[in-house]
Nanobody, 116 residues
Framework: QVQLVESGGGLVQAGGSLRLSCAASGSIFSNNVMGWYRQAPGKQRELVAT???????NYADSVKGRFTIDRDNAKNTVYLRMNDLKPEDTAVYYC??????????WGQGTQVTVSS
């Protein structure tokens, strides 16, 4: 089992910044992918950004140039730095851990609200 604890969400004005953190604990495998997804009201959950244990990253087109994902493998923690936030970034942000085919875990989610 892997437990994920997210933090850093909140209310911010458009153009502002936030930093999300997700700490993983439990049975952590060295080869894994961690990432952030988000779900706005009435919409499906969508990918925001992912990062492998080797540091390779992938971003949704909507956040490229504004969001940065990184990780501290020693702390099993992944971060999402969000700059130039827009009202359309408002959503619940979920952390995800994947390793292999069957090991797939989600955090409880953290709310990000961007006011115009």
């Amino acid at each position: 089992q892997v437990q994920l604890v997210e933090s850093g969400g909140g209310l911010v004005q458009a153009g502002g910044s936030l930093r999300l953190s997700c700490a993983a604990s439990g049975s952590i495998f060295s080869n894994n992918v961690m990432g952030w997804y988000r779900q706005a009201p009435g919409k499906q959950r969508e990918l925001v950004a992912t990062i492998t244990s080797g540091g390779s990253t992938n971003y949704a087109d909507s956040v490229k140039g504004r969001f940065t994902i990184d990780r501290d493998n020693a702390k099993n923690t992944v971060y999402l730095r969000m700059n130039d936030l827009k009202p359309e970034d408002t959503a619940v942000y979920y952390c995800r851990y994947r390793s292999g085919v069957t090991r797939n875990y989600w955090g409880q989610g953290t709310q990000v609200t961007v006011s115009s």
